[in-house]
């Protein structure tokens, strides 16, 4: 079956630069969601998207932006990237059920130096 | 307010004996209960959940959970432990109010099986 997929898997960057993560959803999914998960850590929720408009918004700094496109992918824009930014980022999709679980796709490593 | 606690970082278990691990949950109205597992570098896997029902829940690689309300407790179990269940296990709540991305991850528990 067919699952989230995140691109790319692995990332470096630099202080100060930006970057950008994919996820494609898996298909007839309307919603996208935006996890951070530092080391040992529980997944944090950034942002998520239904029918490509933001449905809801969590604990994503102002240096990030996000959104999702007419073919329900979405991307993860971040700026001025910090140290503290080194993080699994998530992508989930769901059905738009209120009971739905989320699908997670297996992450990007962004790594920040 | 919603909140959910795993109380055991770490749960070390033989192979072939029964395994469980602990999760106790609040919140203000009906509970939405989700475990979900993680290996090394990848996501979290959706492995069962309770929504109403029948408290024993079935899913997928022979685990179960049973949901307790007045312990409001989802503990997770599976009769007989594999190595290959060695991973990370998040257990995850919300209210039926909520909407999915008000959902709240415990902050997981190591299961380690042993030969």
């Known amino acids: ?3 989230v997929i995140q691109s790319p898997r692995h990332l470096i960057k630099e202080k100060r630069e930006t970057a950008t993560l994919k996820c494609y959803p898996i298909p007839r999914h309307d919603t996208v969601y935006w996890y951070q998960q530092g080391p040992g850590q529980d997944p944090q929720f950034l942002i998520s998207f239904y ?3 933001q449905s809801d918004k969590g604990s994503i700094p102002d240096r ?3 959104q999702q496109f007419s073919d329900y992918h979405s991307e993860l824009n971040m700026s001025s990237l ?3 930014d080194s993080a699994l980022y998530f992508c989930a999709s769901s059905l738009g059920t209120s009971n739905s679980p989320l699908h997670f796709g ?4 962004l790594t920040v130096t | 307010a919603q909140s959910v606690a795993q109380p055991e970082d770490q749960v070390n278990v033989a192979e072939g004996n029964p395994l469980t691990v602990k999760c106790t949950y609040s919140v203000s109205g009906n509970p939405y209960l989700f475990w979900y597992v993680q290996y090394p570098n990848r996501g979290l896997q959706f492995l069962l959940k309770y929504i109403t029902g029948d408290n024993l829940v079935k899913g997928s690689y022979g685990f179960e959970a ?3 309300k007045s312990q409001t407790s989802f503990h997770l179990k599976k009769p007989s432990a594999l190595v290959s269940d060695s991973a990370l296990y998040f257990c995850a709540v919300r ?3 909520s909407s999915a991305s008000k959902i709240i991850f415990g902050s997981g528990t190591r299961l380690s099986i042993r030969p």
């Open chain 2, 66 to 68: 049973e949901f307790n």
């Open chain 1, 64 to 66: 990030f932006s996000a």
């Open chain 1, 106 to 109: 297996n992450g990007t490593r």
């Open chain 2, 95 to 97: 209210d039926e109010y």
């Open chain 1, 1 to 3: 079956a067919a699952g």
């Open chain 1, 51 to 53: 029918e490509k408009m």
């Open chain 1, 82 to 84: 910090e140290l503290g």
